[in-house]
């Protein structure tokens, strides 16, 4: 009795323990706010913090598939031209459909960009679960694809979108709810959405086991090949839908559109505390992640410090520094 009573706390307390790892991308993201204060004023101002988590919707959103993807012991480095190709998609059926349907070529045209990203993430996942093809390999391959097909579709050029509906479909990028953008309630509703599917379902528990340890996870009884190609299903959902909320923001699509989303969407990732290798993934981390680069971002344009065409670079040397945290916390 007096064993299990003593017990019992030490469950407690391990229970409420404090993680640094979990809460790592908050404070890193209360850090950057006041450094960012002390550079500039302006950048706590409402409008200049609005911009900034608008821009990071996009990139948060595709990065909530993503924390299922390597969470679940994958990788996709095939979304920035996905998004492309699915832009095009849209756009291009969207002025097919304009002289039958008139403004009904809006959410008709998004449905079928819905549909399309699913069947880009069930390819990309058939080929490396049925395909026993390395994610690296087969997304880099898939990645190849898209951004050829969006090329040739625009001949070299653009898809702009036809003038008869871009002031109907501005208020997807534009337009504001109770004074919130529109694509910052977009991205909260598929991060609560993806929250509770990876925190509170079977299959979120699943996806963890599958990234943990594949051979463990397929003698539990769980289907390796269905658990990954999910993932990626619900990855190209996810790029589905910030390519239907991007297309309004430059009313085309471009050969260039989507270029190096890839990488800011895995560095959100990372930094939000998923671990590359699988078996563990945070939503909530994520998009703190996508909002910490842009405010990076931002930053560089308003100081002095580093050029703003250096972005890349440094987001490159984020993902880094959050690879060697993670080897080293471990």
Same mark, same amino acid.
Do not use: K
């Given at each position: 009795m007096t064993a299990l009573t003593q017990s019992a706390p030490a469950r407690n307390d391990r229970q409420f323990q404090f993680?640094? +790892?979990?809460?790592?991308?908050?404070?890193?993201?209360?850090v950057l706010l006041v450094v960012g204060f002390a550079v500039n004023p302006d950048f706590l101002s409402t409008t200049?913090?609005?911009?900034?988590? +608008?821009?990071s919707a996009y990139v948060a959103i595709i990065a909530v598939g993503a924390t299922f993807v390597?969470?679940?012991?994958?990788?996709?480095?095939?979304?920035?031209?996905?998004?492309?190709?699915?832009?095009?998609?849209?756009?291009?059926?969207?002025?097919m459909m304009v002289p039958g349907l008139g403004l009904w070529a809006i959410p008709v045209g998004m449905a079928i960009a819905l549909l399309a990203g699913l069947l880009c993430g069930l390819?990309?996942?058939l080929i490396v679960t049925v395909g026993r093809i390395e994610p690296f390999i087969a997304t880099l391959g898939t990645m190849g694809i898209f951004r050829a097909l969006i090329t040739y579709m625009t001949d070299g050029g653009t898809i702009p979108i036809d003038r008869s509906l871009r002031e109907a479909y501005r208020p997807?990028?534009?337009?504001?709810?109770?004074g919130i953008p529109v694509p910052i309630l977009i991205s909260a509703v598929v991060a609560l959405l993806g929250a509770f599917v990876l925190y509170k379902t079977k299959y979120g528990r699943k996806c963890a086991a599958v990234g943990a340890n594949e051979?463990?996870?397929?003698?539990?009884?769980?289907s390796v090949i269905k658990t990954r190609t999910v993932a990626y299903v619900i990855q190209g959902a996810c790029v589905a839908i910030a390519a239907v909320c991007y297309v309004p923001r430059l009313g085309a699509a471009t050969p260039t559109t989507g270029q190096l989303w890839e990488l800011q969407v895995i560095t959100a990732v990372v930094i939000g505390g998923t671990a590359l290798r699988g078996g563990k993934g945070r939503i909530w981390g994520t998009i703190a992640g996508a909002v910490i680069l842009e405010l990076i971002a931002n930053l560089m344009v308003l100081s002095d410090f580093v050029s703003e065409y250096l972005v890349a670079a440094v987001q490159g040397v984020i993902i880094i520094?959050?690879?060697?945290v993670q080897r080293f916390s471990r």
């Open positions: 993680s640094w +790892t979990d809460a790592g991308p908050f404070l890193a993201l209360a200049n913090l609005g911009n900034v988590i +608008t821009r390597i969470s679940s012991g994958g990788l996709d480095l095939s979304v920035g031209s996905m998004v492309a190709f699915i832009a095009g998609i849209t756009i291009m059926f969207m002025n390819a990309n996942g997807v990028y534009f337009g504001t709810l109770g051979d463990v996870a397929r003698y539990s009884g769980i520094i959050a690879m060697l």
